[in-house]
């Protein structure tokens, strides 16, 4: 099932099993001059299959936007073994309700995604990344809303790191901080199709940066290996908090303007019971990925960090899962993001499509017995 | 229910009820500095409630993607008289499946939107656009590719008309034509950050489409009032076709290599009982608005039509409704582009939803009876 079935050229439509790795895909394109629309840190060992299934997220989001607009059909297996095909490539199709985002992001509780056509856009011809310290997390809100004016559509992502996630980094995987004794850290990466003007644009943004006192250090990346170090300060953020000790995870969504604030609260809270708490994440998406490390599991600081942080978010009209879905662990929490009206019409839906119950179990729906 | 709600000028973010028109939303929002992803050429009378439930496809979503991805949430009025709340404003929110999704593009048969929250773009501060003149179809074809290729990011609508499309706008609007004599005529429009930039982009990009010989004659506007009557020769497309008889609409998706070949044998279908075959729409979607004029409706003239469209269109695996809908007509032509098992599955979410049928009845899913 790891197969490229077809590829379009004109449309940039790939055609492909759900056993493809991601990053294998990405390769595949990039012969062609395309790419994914997606990108993940998981991209070496993901399958695309599974990034539907889930409804992934990841750095390219804020470009070229959610899988719900960019799959174009899919095929899928439902409970009952009968084949769903709804593999078309077109990119508009208004015929009757659109069936492949049910399965979009449903963690396969509705049915296996077996062979998906996704809508791919060109691979960039010129790629920049700036990484930018910052003072305090007011200057972060200020860079981001500056980047989104100057670099208009050449933005392809906007992510931010505290201290702390940099710490991490640094202690456990050696990796080296350009821009040392930043509260704040913002990467900023352009991908256009002209590296001169991608160039000045990034330069004029810089200057304003700088000039306006938003920013106190920035390093910037033109070429390729300089631009993964950049990356792997904040992709290799989860691989380094993994040697630091039993992981809490935390993956919510809410007003960026709100994003930090629950980071210094429960930092507050924790105090000397948590070995570490880390904010980081995708700033463009309003999507903060909150970490915190012990020696151990401990029950007091589970339930010191939970239902805390799934209220606060509530309270802020988040999403107490950003992007990594709810699973097994985190179903009956729902409520916290959606109403009881909307979960109950999830149940009707799971009912309608798997009556037995046997697509991935418990997970996602809260159960109705 | 016509009020903006709210607007997040950090997030982009506008929440409206349902009731607000298309353009006055765009207007609203060009005083931020902001403006809808979406464009239509019925933006000054259509109501965005009505944009997601048609999930309208129109003028930008080359640029910007389908209202699938751009629309946040929403609020609609169940045929139980419930009210099922998801009006959120996240980019991203994994909490179990994405109810929204059922009402964009049901035509009203599930529910009635009363209120959505919905993600708008940076107004981009540089609009230029070029018509293009081809000697033939496969040069128009060509003329996309390099466009896609040249203009990358900054490309926003690439729209096609052939000549009959432009003979009806001169003959019934009086609408100039600068282009005289061209068998199709191509508009590309550019929006960025930058109109040096973009300028520059687009220069190469017609000095390379002249000297392949894509392109035998341009014109390029980048003041307001030529822009729009550049427009006006595609956007006036239909207005025209209203007063020169009965007008045949069909609305079609198809890869986009085949787009032509269609309206051309529908002409040699019809031969003179045709007053007018025009093709016409938007390239870069594969969405091609095939209609036909007569002095009034005839039994022959829509038996040479249908099926002959229908099955040419399912035959190369197109859709054959793109963005209008399938409303009242065309709800049993669905088995055209949707299995039995499709549109069984869209029946019984017909049924879970609105047991009584007493949701814009007749429409959009055949009936089980």
């Given at each position: 099932m790891d197969q490229v079935i077809s590829f379009d050229d004109v449309s940039g439509a790939l055609v492909c099993q759900a056993g493809c790795v991601l990053d294998s895909l990405n390769q595949y394109l990039a012969e062609l001059g395309y790419t994914m629309p997606l990108d993940l840190g998981a991209k070496g060992s993901c399958h695309i299959g599974g990034n539907l299934a889930t409804n992934a997220g990841g750095l390219r989001l804020l470009r070229y936007g959610s899988l719900r607009g960019t799959v174009l059909g899919l095929e899928a297996v439902l409970p009952d073994g009968s084949i769903l095909d709804c593999l078309n490539s077109l990119?508009?199709?208004?015929?009757?309700?659109?069936?492949k985002q049910l399965f979009i992001g449903s963690e396969g509780t509705l049915g296996i995604i077996t062979a998906l056509s996704i809508m791919c856009p060109r691979k960039p011809s010129a790629v920049n990344v700036a990484l930018l310290g910052c003072e305090n997390f007011s200057k972060v809100l200020q860079v981001f809303t500056l980047c989104r004016d100057q670099l208009g559509e050449i933005l392809s992502a906007c992510e931010f790191m505290d201290s702390e996630s940099m710490r991490i980094v640094q202690t456990?995987?050696?990796?080296?901080?350009?821009?040392?004794?930043?509260a704040f850290y913002v990467l900023v990466e352009t991908s256009g199709s002209c590296g001169k003007h991608d160039e000045e644009k990034l330069n004029i943004f810089l200057e304003k940066a700088m000039d306006s006192g938003f920013v106190t250090s920035g390093t910037v990346a033109t070429d390729q290996g300089k631009i993964m170090s950049l990356w792997g300060l904040r992709e290799r953020i989860t691989e380094a908090l993994a040697l630091d000790g039993y992981v809490y995870k935390y993956d919510l969504s809410m007003p960026v303007e709100k994003l930090y604030a629950l980071v210094e609260e429960t930092r507050v809270r924790l105090g000397s019971s948590a070995q570490c708490v880390v904010g980081y994440g995708h700033l463009g998406d309003g999507n903060l990925h909150l970490n915190v490390t012990a020696k151990s599991h401990s029950d007091a600081l589970l339930s010191a960090l939970e239902p805390f942080v799934y209220e606060w978010t509530s309270k802020h009209?988040?999403?107490?899962?950003a992007e990594h879905g709810l699973g097994f662990k985190k179903r009956d929490h729902i409520y916290y993001s959606k109403s009881a009206g909307a979960v109950h019409i999830m149940q009707q839906l799971k009912h309608m499509l798997d009556p037995k119950g046997i697509?991935?179990?418990?997970?996602?729906i809260p159960s109705t017995d």
């Amino acid at each position: 099932m790891d197969q490229v079935i077809s590829f379009d050229d004109v449309s940039g439509a790939l055609v492909c099993q759900a056993g493809c790795v991601l990053d294998s895909l990405n390769q595949y394109l990039a012969e062609l001059g395309y790419t994914m629309p997606l990108d993940l840190g998981a991209k070496g060992s993901c399958h695309i299959g599974g990034n539907l299934a889930t409804n992934a997220g990841g750095l390219r989001l804020l470009r070229y936007g959610s899988l719900r607009g960019t799959v174009l059909g899919l095929e899928a297996v439902l409970p009952d073994g009968s084949i769903l095909d709804c593999l078309n490539s077109l990119r508009k199709d208004n015929t009757g309700y659109d069936l492949k985002q049910l399965f979009i992001g449903s963690e396969g509780t509705l049915g296996i995604i077996t062979a998906l056509s996704i809508m791919c856009p060109r691979k960039p011809s010129a790629v920049n990344v700036a990484l930018l310290g910052c003072e305090n997390f007011s200057k972060v809100l200020q860079v981001f809303t500056l980047c989104r004016d100057q670099l208009g559509e050449i933005l392809s992502a906007c992510e931010f790191m505290d201290s702390e996630s940099m710490r991490i980094v640094q202690t456990h995987l050696k990796l080296i901080n350009p821009l040392p004794d930043n509260a704040f850290y913002v990467l900023v990466e352009t991908s256009g199709s002209c590296g001169k003007h991608d160039e000045e644009k990034l330069n004029i943004f810089l200057e304003k940066a700088m000039d306006s006192g938003f920013v106190t250090s920035g390093t910037v990346a033109t070429d390729q290996g300089k631009i993964m170090s950049l990356w792997g300060l904040r992709e290799r953020i989860t691989e380094a908090l993994a040697l630091d000790g039993y992981v809490y995870k935390y993956d919510l969504s809410m007003p960026v303007e709100k994003l930090y604030a629950l980071v210094e609260e429960t930092r507050v809270r924790l105090g000397s019971s948590a070995q570490c708490v880390v904010g980081y994440g995708h700033l463009g998406d309003g999507n903060l990925h909150l970490n915190v490390t012990a020696k151990s599991h401990s029950d007091a600081l589970l339930s010191a960090l939970e239902p805390f942080v799934y209220e606060w978010t509530s309270k802020h009209n988040g999403s107490i899962s950003a992007e990594h879905g709810l699973g097994f662990k985190k179903r009956d929490h729902i409520y916290y993001s959606k109403s009881a009206g909307a979960v109950h019409i999830m149940q009707q839906l799971k009912h309608m499509l798997d009556p037995k119950g046997i697509m991935n179990p418990y997970k996602t729906i809260p159960s109705t017995d």
